[in-house]
């Protein structure tokens, strides 16, 4: 379990979700370019599904998967952010272990595979993609456990990059076709089970995967689930004030234009 910790926040936290970038629909230069008008960036939490599907091994790299990875880069090196990859269900050949070796290669401070914890200030957060949190679904955590199974990935190591590629992209739209139950509606009942086990101990806990922009407050549980509005669709990140105050920026024809601090709340 990793825990990171900012005792004394003096600028902001970010988080960003589901992006699901390409060439074509979620153009990844716009994503690239909201990163460079981050205000005083002290955090950048990334929750998955960055890339449309992703292939996160260097050596299948294409230029947009480099030129998002230098942008994240900068961050780190010019502007002393710590960036914080929360892996999603889009991104497979990520490593199994945050070592010297892959620090120097991918530009992230922090690489979390599952889920972690991060101490701003007075608060205490909790992060992890979301796509474990509807139990219902078996089709899918049976595909999931099998993606991240060392047969998988063996199986792509010895792929030539072309065929790797398209491979992975074949199954990103079988995958995108599958399972649609589970995908039109929120699973309520699962959020408040999972929300339950996470709320124990933290002020907020953030979720992405539902692209949805929904916050939850259960009786009993001071704490509140959150599930952050995706980029893919709402252009959205969130930002959080070193006093804990969490505010919605939107980013429009090249700039952030526009601010809420609402989102739908939910009560159970």
Known sequence: MTQIIVSDPINYLYIIADSHLDHNSVPYQEFIAMLAQLDRPQVVVCLGDLFKVWLALPKFWASINQEVMQAFKLLTTERQTEVVFVAGNREVLLPRKWNEHWKAIYPFTHLIRDYCFLT???????????????????????????????????????????????????????????????????????????????????????????????????????????????????????????????????????SFQQVSTDSEQSPL
């Open 120 to 254: 701003w200030g007075e608060q205490r957060y909790g992060f992890t993609h979301g796509d474990i949190v509807n139990w219902r679904d078996l089709n899918y955590l049976r595909w999931r456990k099998f993606a991240r199974s060392y047969a998988f990935e063996w199986f792509f190591r010895l792929m030539p990059t072309s065929l790797a590629r398209r491979t992975a992209q074949r199954l990103e739209a079988t995958l995108a076709t599958t399972n649609q139950e589970y995908k039109i509606q929120l699973p309520e009942k699962e959020i408040e089970d999972f929300a339950k086990v996470v709320l124990q101990d933290v002020d907020h806990y953030f979720i992405g995967h539902f692209h949805q922009d929904k916050e939850y407050q259960f009786p009993d549980f001071p704490g509140k689930l959150r599930i952050v509005p995706d980029w893919l669709s709402k252009r959205a990140v969130l930002q959080i004030a070193p006093n804990g105050t969490i505010q919605t920026l939107y980013f429009k024809n090249g």
